[in-house]
């Protein structure tokens, strides 16, 4: 079972060492993330949208060890909950999963349950940096 937690909690472990692991787009991750996060998006945005990234579980397994602390995010925690649930049927151990994402979470008439990150006022970084997909995978192949 995902422990899922929320902004602050993910802020808390973030600040003791887990990995922002964050599995939105490239395109999302480029336009603003959590500062340091590491991106490896679950899914590719192509010219018909969005397809399963078949490398996800690859570049996860190459990038980080099976103890490796995580805390998992996407923009409204519905990706990083199935992306939480992958590594953990993957043999990770210690993979957290932030509820609310960078956006927060609304319910079914679109109100705001949660805040999310940016939110929150934490720190966001905008454009590619070391953290983006293509820096990470080509860094640990």
Known sequence: MVRRVSVSEAKN????GYVYL??????????????????????LLGPSGTTANAEFLGVILRVFSP??????GCSTGVRS???AEMLLGAGY?????????????????????????????LPVSHGSDAGSYFEVRAARS
């Not at 964050?22 to 998006?41: C, K, L, Q, Y």
């Not at 103890?67 to 998992?72: H, M």
């Not at 960078?102 to 109100?111: C, E, N, Q």
Request: charged content about 30%; cysteine-free; aromatic content about 4%.
């Open 13 to 16: 472990l973030v600040d003791e």
């Open 93 to 121: 151990t210690h993979i957290v999963e932030m509820r609310a994402g960078l956006d927060g979470v609304r319910d079914a008439f679109g109100a705001k349950t949660e805040k999310g990150w940016a939110e929150e006022g």
């Open 67 to 72: 103890d490796a602390k995580i805390v998992v």
């Open 22 to 43: 964050d599995v939105r787009t490239m395109e999302e991750f480029s336009g603003r993330h959590p500062s340091g996060a590491i991106n490896v998006p679950i899914a």
């Open 81 to 83: 909950l199935r992306a």
